[in-house]
């Protein structure tokens, strides 16, 4: 047993690096702005975010596992291009606009820590990124990303044990409600979008092909998921978020008005007057880290799509790499402070997930596309799933709508429609499928 396990832990790596996306900025400023906005009335979603999300990562390396291709190749195979297409764009939009917000809070963030213009910096971390990523070079920066990121993590964790939590009202916390408002459920799906996300689910199958791991590897591959979202996850959203709502709660804090400084408050009681040091040294290594994974999803599935190798040797998709990032750096002229833009962008990605997760659940129980297909378990968590993202999606349009129709909403309403129609035609496929199967083996009986 004990040497599986230390076997297991020498190979991890997949979803450790949709960990590290999920760990992102983000999800940062999420967590932050849910708990001092709230207090621990949203503690309920920080929780469940993790299991959901290393549920949809599961899920996802299995279709990769089971079919041994790309997520866009097999949906392409078995339900046609217009599917594929469909799913490109809605991946490709999401991470299209995360990619600004995180390039907009990275050089926002080095202009705080320098004297120098975000602009100038935007334009640096965007030929950084295009040069390094298009010439492999990444390993080194994102390693040193990932260092700065542990330290805050570790600091928000060590601060659990400083800071006075109310064990009452964090049990209260527990229970599941989302505050009235539209920040309430922008908030909430903010938290949710950050471990279950439309790019992380698609990414998944790439990272289980790119490491060769095939059925045989699904013990590897649940240990490496649980390692990963349940455990380093669950611990990094439930430290900053507890932290932010002993610290940072109080009747008069609004979601608008949060800053980045203001955020690292939190660590004070930990690390003093280093504080905000090390929360924007922090939060501009988790922005980096991010923003690094988050520019490969789009050329990765343009590539699967339009039959390109995914590797930099290919210079369609060293081109598209090359084009992401440049055009990330369009991101700073964006309005508005970018800790509230990025929980925004968490939302709207979430907005698009039940589709792709829909997709997942469908290839799944399909016995055409997969040797094995789904069981009962697997169904039910899937189902679950889904039902919680259209939920907690569906609370943020509803908010969003209600506050008023603006060209940004009235976007995301489409954008939404559209998803959800295809999400329903694919109900409505499956059932015709899951009937016709029904009568044949009735047929056959007789």
Do not use: C
């Amino acid at each position: 047993m004990l040497d599986s396990v230390r076997s297991y832990a020498s190979q991890m790596g997949p979803t450790w690096l949709a960990g590290a996306i999920a760990a992102g900025p983000a999800t940062m400023a999420s967590l932050v702005t849910g708990g001092a906005t709230f207090g621990y009335a949203l503690l309920w979603i920080t929780v469940l975010s993790a299991m959901l999300g290393a549920t949809s990562q599961y899920l996802s390396a299995r279709l990769g596992l089971l079919t041994e291709r790309g997520i866009v190749g097999v949906v392409e195979e078995h339900l046609g291009t217009w599917w594929a297409w469909l799913l490109v764009a809605d991946t490709v939009l999401a991470s299209g606009l995360a990619q600004l917000v995180i390039m907009k809070t990275v050089a926002g963030v080095s202009a705080t820590i320098t004297g120098v213009d975000a602009r100038v910096w935007a334009v640096v971390w965007g030929l950084l990124l295009a040069v390094g990523l298009a010439g492999g070079g990444y390993r080194l920066a994102e390693l040193g990303a990932k260092l700065l990121v542990s330290l805050v993590v570790l600091a928000f964790v060590a601060s659990v044990f400083v800071v006075p939590i109310d064990l009452g009202a964090a049990a209260a916390g527990l229970v599941p409600r989302i505050p009235s408002g539209v920040s309430g459920a922008l908030v909430a799906a903010g938290i949710l979008g950050g471990a279950v996300h439309i790019t992380l689910v698609t990414m998944q199958s790439y990272t289980m092909r790119a490491r060769g791991w095939t059925r045989d590897d699904e013990g590897l591959a649940r240990f490496d998921i649980g390692a990963s979202m349940l455990g380093a996850f669950g611990v990094y959203s439930l430290a900053i978020f507890l932290v932010a709502a002993a610290v940072l709660h109080s009747p008069g804090v609004n979601a608008a008005d949060l800053t980045a400084v203001s955020a690292a408050q939190a660590l004070g009681p930990l690390v003093g007057g280093y504080a905000k040091w090390l929360f924007l040294f922090g939060l501009a290594g988790a922005a980096v880290t991010t923003l690094g994974g988050n520019t490969v999803v789009p050329p990765y599935l343009l590539a699967d799509k339009l039959g390109w190798d995914r590797d930099v040797s290919d210079p369609r998709y060293r081109g598209a790499i090359v084009a992401t990032a440049l055009l990330g750096i369009g991101g700073v002229f964006l309005g508005g402070a970018f800790f509230q833009l990025l929980v925004l962008v968490l939302a709207f990605g979430l907005v698009g997930t039940p589709f792709a997760l829909a997709l997942v659940l469908y290839l799944l129980n399909d016995p055409g596309a997969v040797p094995e297909t789904n069981g009962p378990t697997a169904n039910l968590a899937g189902l679950v799933l889904v039902g919680v993202t259209v939920v907690t999606a569906g609370s943020f349009l509803r908010e969003q709508v209600a506050g008023g129709i603006d060209p940004i909403t009235g976007l995301v309403v489409v954008f939404a429609a559209v998803l959800a129609a295809a999400t329903l035609a694919l109900l409505a496929l499956f059932v015709r499928e899951w009937l016709a199967t029904g009568r044949r083996q009735h047929g056959a009986a007789e």
